[in-house]
C-alpha cells in the first residue's frame, strides 16, 4: 500500500495543525484532512446524500441496522474508508475523510490495523486511549502485501 499524501483542497499535509483528521493504517500516518478547508458546494451535497441513504439503514459487521445513530455511521463510513484505502480508491478515500471529518468535528483519528484476515478500527476521539472506539472486522477484498 502506498501512503497517501494529497496536495489539493483538503488534503494538505501539515504535521503541526490541531484541525486535522490524521488516518493511520498498520501504524503509519497515510492520510492527513484538513478541516479548515471549506468544501464546495457539490460536495457538501454528496456527504447530504450519503446522510440521507445512510438514514435508511446500513449493514454493520454483518448487523442489518435499520436507523443507525452517529457512532454507527461513523463506524460504517470508516468501515468504508478502510477498504477504500486497501483498494487505492481515492476519489471514495476523500469522501469518506470528508463526511468523517465535517459529522465528526472531535473525532481526531481514524486508526486501523491489519491482522491475519481481520482489520482492527479504533475511532480516536481525544488524545487519551479510553475514548477509543473498536470496531473488528472482516474485508471482503483482498488482503494488502507489504512493501
Known amino acids: 500500500m502506498r501512503a497517501l499524501v494529497y496536495t489539493y483542497g ?39 446524500k450519503m446522510e440521507n441513504d445512510m438514514a435508511t439503514g446500513i449493514d454493520l459487521n454483518g448487523e ?18 478502510i477498504h477504500a484505502l486497501i483498494s487505492d480508491n481515492d476519489p471514495m478515500i476523500a469522501a469518506m ?17 491489519e491482522h491475519a484476515e481481520q ?11 479510553t475514548n477509543q472506539v473498536p470496531v473488528t472486522f472482516s474485508p471482503s477484498l483482498p488482503k494488502l502485501t507489504k512493501h
Do not use: W
Open 119 to 129: 482489520i482492527t478500527l479504533e475511532l480516536v476521539f481525544s488524545d487519551h486511549v
Open 10 to 48: 483538503p488534503y494538505r499535509m501539515s504535521l503541526c495543525s490541531m484541525s486535522k483528521l490524521v488516518v493511520i493504517f498498520n501504524g503509519q500516518s497515510v492520510i492527513e484532512y484538513d478541516r479548515n478547508v471549506r468544501l464546495p458546494g457539490q460536495q457538501r451535497e454528496y456527504l447530504d
Open 64 to 81: 442489518q441496522i435499520a436507523n443507525p445513530d452517529s457512532q454507527q455511521r461513523a463506524k460504517f463510513v470508516a468501515m468504508q474508508l
Open 97 to 113: 475523510c470528508a463526511y468523517l471529518a465535517t459529522r465528526l468535528p472531535e473525532l481526531k483519528q481514524v486508526k486501523a490495523d
